[in-house]
């Protein structure tokens, strides 16, 4: 799925990463929320969880279900919408009050708990996003990005999107690939692999879905934590519309049928 592993993400082998989950349902973000912040506190590692209230109930369940056990002090929570709030000028993110609101949560933990990794959620990106501020959206990640030039942690993000959607493939999806390091287009991504695969070969032919693989591959050069799929559908999305819904289509409906396997 990428030469960049999501495992590797969420075991925290890659360092100051930054990963994407995008969702179509709650429950699948939880379970990926809970194993990411499950694995730091196995190794000591403190969480920062910015998520509305709703959503960081869900990921409390999704803990105590997974049967991690950790000190309370290890996760902090802040409510999305307040920190928001507190660090928007107009339309746009302010680098200054992000610096001390959300850089003075990371400083907190990391006080508490020195010369560990932190792992921190958010969730202010996808609430900028549903509201039809895209732009607004990609400056707060990237002032994400920027606090890890001088801080410890990882994160992970959290975007509701609809992946067989070929407008969202075109219109969201490239931005949120480019701006993240590690990329789950999915909650089972082997599934999602095998459901593009046999989507995309039954559209265009063996071969045709070959070239399709190649060329996806040549103009994704560098975006290794991209899986390859997604890059496929993201290609086909933008150069070949008319195939693209057929294709879309076809993996929605394979994936949401039930497992695949290898041989089918």
């Known amino acids: ?8 993400f969420v075991d925290g082998t890659d360092r100051c990463a930054h990963g994407v989950q995008i969702y179509a ?14 694995a730091g506190f196995a190794l000591g590692e403190p969480g920062v969880v910015v998520a509305t209230k709703d959503h960081f109930v869900h990921f409390e369940q999704a803990l ?6 950790y000190d309370d002090e290890l996760l902090v929570f802040a409510e999305a919408e307040e920190t928001l709030a507190g660090i928007m000028d107009g339309d746009a993110p ?19 708990f020195p010369g560990r990794n932190i792992r921190a959620f958010g969730e202010m990106v996808d609430i900028l996003h549903s509201r039809g501020e895209p732009a607004a959206a990609v400056q707060l990640e990237e002032l994400w ?24 493939q075109t219109g969201s999806l490239p931005e949120v690939c480019r701006t993240h390091s590690h990329v789950l287009p999915a909650a089972d991504h082997v599934r999602f692999g095998l459901a593009v695969d046999d989507a995309l070969e039954e559209a265009l032919g063996y071969d045709q879905a070959g070239k399709v693989y190649v ?3 040549r103009e994704a050069r560098g975006a290794d934590g991209v899986p390859v799929p997604q890059q496929v559908l993201m290609w086909l999305s933008k150069n070949m519309p008319a195939s693209a819904d057929r294709v879309l289509a076809g993996a929605r409906e394979r994936y949401f049928a039930g497992p695949l396997t290898a041989a089918e």
């Not at 799925?1 to 590797?8: D, E, F, K, L, T």
């Not at 105590?64 to 056990?69: L, M, T």
């Not at 302010?94 to 508490?112: I, W």
């Not at 942690?153 to 999107?161: E, V």
Request: glycine share 8%.
């Open 64 to 69: 105590a279900k997974a049967g991690s056990k």
């Open 25 to 38: 349902e709650l429950d699948e973000l939880s379970e990926s929320v809970a194993s990411y912040l499950a």
């Open 145 to 168: 990005n920027g606090l890890a030039a001088h801080r410890q942690f990882s994160l992970l993000c959290g975007y509701r999107l609809n992946v067989f959607d070929r407008e969202t």
């Open 1 to 8: 799925m990428g030469q960049r592993s999501w495992h590797a």
């Open 94 to 112: 302010s680098p200054a009050a992000f610096e001390r609101v959300v850089g003075g949560l990371l400083d907190q933990a990391a006080e508490r």
């Open 215 to 217: 060329m996806a591959n």
